[in-house]
């Protein structure tokens, strides 16, 4: 592709046009670029405009480096503990029949945390009712500052928890509110932490959804976390690490019966709560590398060779949802991405990034 034209919008072209000269370079496994791939591919979208005016060797050396940061990215917080290690869980499950707290609480007990489920009960609660208790446990969860994990299993568009009707705005307020509406206790005499500039650490929180869309709608929450820190002149630190269970544009599956189990949740019960050994906790690269890995078959099918999988079959990209984990980026790791796409020092980045 020549300096000054379009850079490709769709997977697929990028796929052709640049990832076997950008795999190439890399000093990695056809797995694991596959694993890294869509990650890629969207931060290079976000910024095609910039990458379309570079000559032809430099666009592909930029690219070659944006994959190396991601993988950075993803050593720095693969070691991130994800379920267990004192990290209690908070639940929110759709009021559908088969989808049971135990979902949660099973797997809480089976790594020595607690778990709060919320799930609506017709007979006694409303959806608002529940919706308002659950915001309120995330914003007490963001306002302690100690290891929790947020689990949310239903039905989900871009723009809300659609189980619940809460949109990443209410989301992304309760989370805020958390921390700077609701101090802690301080010390006599100490200053008000309430004020402009109150730094906003949500570092300590994982939340995972695994609803349709949910790719977009943690995208939507984080830029949202951002925006409404800098419109109150807080200082945001830090952004939770949120995990997909569904890529962009992507809808999720479950499976139907005596249980409904969405697919992204149920194979993280398969790996982490059903086989033996258990780990001592689930971390992000777990999540990263084996259940993603595991999501892969969905919609897929291995072609083996010699006895082993070299490479997949799309079949059904219907049955794709390919989970995405969003990781915190620091000033640091902002200064770092701005040098490599050239960009000025105070250009405008997200403070998070997909990382596979």
């Given at each position: 592709m020549a300096a000054g034209s379009e850079?490709?919008?769709?997977?697929?072209?990028?796929?052709?046009?640049?990832?076997?000269?950008?795999?190439?370079?890399l000093d990695t496994t056809a797995k694991h670029y596959r694993?890294?791939?869509?990650?890629?591919?969207?931060?290079?979208?976000?910024?095609?405009?910039?990458?379309?005016?570079?000559?032809?060797?430099?666009?592909?050396?930029?690219?070659?480096?944006?994959?190396?940061?991601?993988?950075?990215?993803?050593?720095?917080?693969?070691?991130?503990?994800?379920?267990g290690g004192n990290r209690p869980l908070t639940g929110l499950l759709d009021p559908a029949r088969g989808l049971e707290p135990q979902e949660i609480t099973a797997i809480a007990a089976g790594y020595g945390v607690s778990a709060t489920v919320f799930k609506q009960d017709p007979t006694t609660d409303t959806i608002r009712e529940v919706a308002d208790r659950f915001l309120a446990a995330v914003g007490a969860a963001a306002g302690k500052?100690?290891?929790?994990?947020?689990?949310?299993?239903?039905?989900?568009?871009?723009?809300?928890?659609?189980?619940?009707?809460?949109?990443?705005?209410?989301?992304?307020?309760?989370?805020?509110?958390?921390?700077?509406?609701?101090?802690?206790?301080?010390?006599?005499?100490?200053?008000?932490?309430?004020?402009?500039?109150?730094?906003v650490n949500l570092g300590h929180l994982v939340l995972i959804c695994d609803d349709c869309f949910s790719a977009d709608f943690l995208t939507n929450l984080g830029g949202t976390i951002a925006s409404r820190c800098h419109d109150r002149g807080l200082t945001l630190t830090s952004l939770p690490i949120m995990i997909a269970g569904t890529n962009r544009d992507r809808v999720g599956h479950a499976d139907f019966g005596e249980k409904f189990v969405p697919h992204f949740w149920k194979d993280v019960i398969e790996l982490f709560y059903v086989r033996r050994p258990r780990p001592d906790v689930v971390t992000l690269r777990?999540?990263?590398?084996?259940?993603?890995?595991?999501?892969?078959?969905?919609?897929?099918?291995?072609?083996?060779?010699?006895?082993?999988?070299?490479?997949?079959?799309?079949?059904?990209?219907?049955?794709?949802?390919?989970?995405?984990?969003?990781?915190?980026?620091?000033?640091?790791?902002?200064a770092a991405l701005r040098a490599i796409l050239g960009l000025d020092a105070a250009a405008p980045l997200p403070p998070f990034l997909d990382i596979g």
């Amino acid at each position: 592709m020549a300096a000054g034209s379009e850079f490709p919008q769709d997977f697929a072209s990028f796929q052709a046009d640049f990832s076997p000269a950008v795999a190439a370079q890399l000093d990695t496994t056809a797995k694991h670029y596959r694993q890294i791939e869509p990650s890629l591919f969207y931060l290079c979208r976000n910024h095609a405009d910039t990458l379309a005016k570079l000559p032809d060797q430099q666009r592909l050396e930029t690219i070659v480096k944006l994959a190396t940061f991601i993988d950075r990215k993803r050593d720095a917080t693969g070691d991130s503990v994800v379920i267990g290690g004192n990290r209690p869980l908070t639940g929110l499950l759709d009021p559908a029949r088969g989808l049971e707290p135990q979902e949660i609480t099973a797997i809480a007990a089976g790594y020595g945390v607690s778990a709060t489920v919320f799930k609506q009960d017709p007979t006694t609660d409303t959806i608002r009712e529940v919706a308002d208790r659950f915001l309120a446990a995330v914003g007490a969860a963001a306002g302690k500052g100690t290891p929790a994990t947020i689990v949310v299993l239903g039905h989900g568009s871009p723009e809300e928890i659609q189980s619940y009707s809460i949109p990443y705005q209410k989301l992304a307020d309760a989370l805020i509110g958390g921390v700077v509406d609701r101090p802690l206790p301080r010390p006599s005499g100490a200053a008000d932490t309430t004020a402009a500039g109150t730094p906003v650490n949500l570092g300590h929180l994982v939340l995972i959804c695994d609803d349709c869309f949910s790719a977009d709608f943690l995208t939507n929450l984080g830029g949202t976390i951002a925006s409404r820190c800098h419109d109150r002149g807080l200082t945001l630190t830090s952004l939770p690490i949120m995990i997909a269970g569904t890529n962009r544009d992507r809808v999720g599956h479950a499976d139907f019966g005596e249980k409904f189990v969405p697919h992204f949740w149920k194979d993280v019960i398969e790996l982490f709560y059903v086989r033996r050994p258990r780990p001592d906790v689930v971390t992000l690269r777990d999540f990263f590398e084996k259940v993603d890995n595991m999501m892969y078959g969905y919609g897929r099918t291995p072609i083996v060779q010699g006895g082993g999988v070299v490479s997949y079959k799309l079949v059904d990209p219907t049955l794709c949802q390919d989970p995405v984990f969003f990781v915190p980026l620091s000033n640091e790791d902002l200064a770092a991405l701005r040098a490599i796409l050239g960009l000025d020092a105070a250009a405008p980045l997200p403070p998070f990034l997909d990382i596979g």
